[in-house]
């Protein structure tokens, strides 16, 4: 049984970095084929895709947000963190962090999440 769970600040300021970390239990995120990624939903909106990371390392990005995205791991923890600079009131989302699994070119399938964690930009 594999569980996630998203962790840090709930209140950013706008201009700064915000900064969350997803703790895996049940299962290492070095495990062969398997992707952890970065999923947002702002308030009435659908799902936003942000980045993911391979269980070799690799690190791909949505494109509209690279420029602000940072995604990084600690394999000692079995972590793996996202950073995203110059945050606006836009960014105000539920942010979640989720196993990656099958992947072709147009869609993706996610079978374990984080339960999710609200995070607000307002000064």
């Known amino acids: 049984q594999v569980q996630l769970q998203e962790s840090g600040p709930g209140l950013v300021k706008p201009s700064q970095t915000l900064s969350l970390t997803c703790t895996v239990l049940?299962?290492?995120?070095?495990?062969?084929?398997?992707?952890w990624s970065w999923i947002r939903q702002p308030p009435g909106k659908g799902l936003e895709w942000l980045g993911v990371?391979?269980?070799?390392?690799?690190?791909y990005y949505s494109p509209s947000l690279k420029s602000r995205t940072s995604i990084s791991r600690d394999t000692s923890k079995n972590q793996f963190s996202l950073q995203l600079s110059s945050v606006t009131p836009e960014d105000t989302s539920v942010y979640y962090c989720?196993?990656?699994?099958?992947?072709?070119?147009?869609?993706?399938?996610?079978?374990?999440w984080g339960q999710g964690t609200q995070v607000t930009v307002s000064s």
């Open positions: 049940g299962g290492s995120i070095t495990t062969s084929d398997y992707a």
């Open positions: 989720a196993r990656e699994t099958k992947k072709l070119r147009d869609y993706a399938s996610y079978d374990y």
């Open positions: 990371i391979l269980y070799d390392g690799s690190i």
